[in-house]
């Protein structure tokens, strides 16, 4: 199995912008490894501080785009975050329960 195993491809409901002041609509997330909850755990911070600087790594982009999100955004992000702590046969069903607009991707 190559890495990452799994990738979604996040539509938002309210583009922002990335770095370059390109309109960015959708986010593609890779699944964790063990590796990145360690790393994020050093850092200083609150937890949801840490919680965003690990999305933010996750889906390859700097924590200061991210803090453009709207909470509803964010929220999809955090939610594929709890779907990726989950078995691969099982995600199918937790997404389907929670109403995702994730789809997998495949990033090369």
Do not use: H, W
Not at 33 to 46: A, E, N, P, Q, T
Not at 69 to 82: N, P, S
């Amino acid at each position: 199995m190559s890495y990452p195993a799994e990738t979604r491809l996040i539509t938002l409901y309210t583009p922002i912008a990335d770095m370059n002041d390109n309109p960015l609509a959708t986010l593609v997330m890779r699944e964790p490894k063990v590796f990145d909850r360690l790393k994020f755990s050093y850092i200083s911070g609150s937890e949801e501080e840490k919680d965003l600087a690990m999305i933010a790594d996750l889906c390859d982009q700097p924590v200061e785009v991210l803090k453009n999100l709207t909470i509803a955004d964010y929220k999809q992000l955090e939610d594929q975050f709890v779907v990726f702590m989950v078995p691969p046969a099982k995600r199918a069903a937790i997404r389907e329960k929670m109403g995702s607009r994730s789809e997998t991707s495949s990033v090369e």
